[in-house]
């Protein structure tokens, strides 16, 4: 066996098996073609963000032909009007950087693509395309083609059952929580009302505070932070950097101000800050991105 991996996916390639181009190693025709196809449109740069990023594409001729069917087609499409058609797609091959950068890109690949977004938890693409220059079966090739073949099951569409994902939803009931009770602590403070108990009881309002902080930082927070990670990865700025920056700063110097004793802190105007973003993220498209 030899040391050689493939360029496009990482393969190990026995020796007698290696096919040279452009002074890098395949393992088959088939991840050449796809390094052929990104150097044509000048998509290389998908090999700069992970090494041997690619899947090995595979023959699928004739697999797809029962997108030709009228019927089946209005049920996978999500919108269609004149000639403007919106699919989304479940890839299960999503990965990494690279994955999202090409996908994000197949209008340089394709006439008749006019966007694509990829949402890397549910490892889906949407994709926005004129059916009059392109159909959704040339579409699935060309995903096909490049290793990203879609899994489309007619059996969920037949019987109606979907996979709802209702991460966002129990997100957003944690925030909500955290955040009613966090102002119910803070008001007493904040209002500057003189007490002996709330003098007293201070340091454990403000621990019960910091306590129930934890998880809207923790996990609320999580799709934020996942988002702008990915998004500096991929060079590719988005709104969730500095929504996610200002989440941890003011987070720090909340916490610090209550361990030093210079004030309550500013968790609760935290709290509201964040929930408005957070419900602002729970109302928008679905994106990593990303």
Request: charge should be negative.
């Amino acid at each position: 066996m030899s040391g050689q991996s493939c360029f496009h996916c990482g393969l190990t390639i026995p020796e007698n098996e290696i096919i040279y181009f452009d002074q890098k190693e395949f393992c088959c025709n088939g991840c050449k073609t796809v390094y052929e196809i990104f150097s044509l449109h000048n998509l290389t740069s998908y090999y700069d963000f992970e090494k041997s990023p690619g899947a090995t594409p595979q023959d699928i001729q004739g697999k797809y032909d029962f997108l030709d069917n009228e019927s089946i087609l209005s049920k996978l499409l999500e919108f269609q009007e004149a000639n403007t058609a919106i699919v989304s797609l479940n890839i299960p091959h999503i990965h990494c950087s690279s994955c999202i950068w090409i996908l994000e890109n197949l209008n340089k690949i394709q006439t008749g693509i006019s966007t694509s977004q990829v949402n890397f938890p549910e490892k889906r693409v949407r994709i926005t395309f004129d059916s009059d220059t392109i159909s959704l079966k040339e579409i699935v090739y060309l995903l096909s083609s490049i290793g990203y073949e879609p899994y489309i099951s007619l059996e969920n569409y037949e019987t109606g059952k979907t996979n709802v994902d209702r991460s966002l939803t129990y997100k957003l009931g944690v925030a909500f929580f955290c955040f009613g009770n966090i102002m119910l602590l803070s008001f007493p403070e904040y209002f500057e009302i003189k007490e002996f108990w709330l003098d007293n009881y201070k340091p454990f309002f403000r621990f019960l505070i910091f306590i129930l902080a934890l998880p809207s930082f923790l996990y609320s927070a999580s799709g934020y932070y996942i988002s702008a990670y990915h998004s500096i990865k991929t060079r590719m700025l988005n709104i969730d950097i500095p929504i996610a920056l200002g989440i941890i700063v003011m987070f720090i110097r909340s916490t610090y101000d209550m361990l030093m004793d210079h004030g309550p802190g500013f968790l609760i105007v935290w709290r509201v800050w964040f929930s408005l973003c957070f419900w602002e993220k729970c109302s928008r498209p679905k994106r990593i991105a990303f």
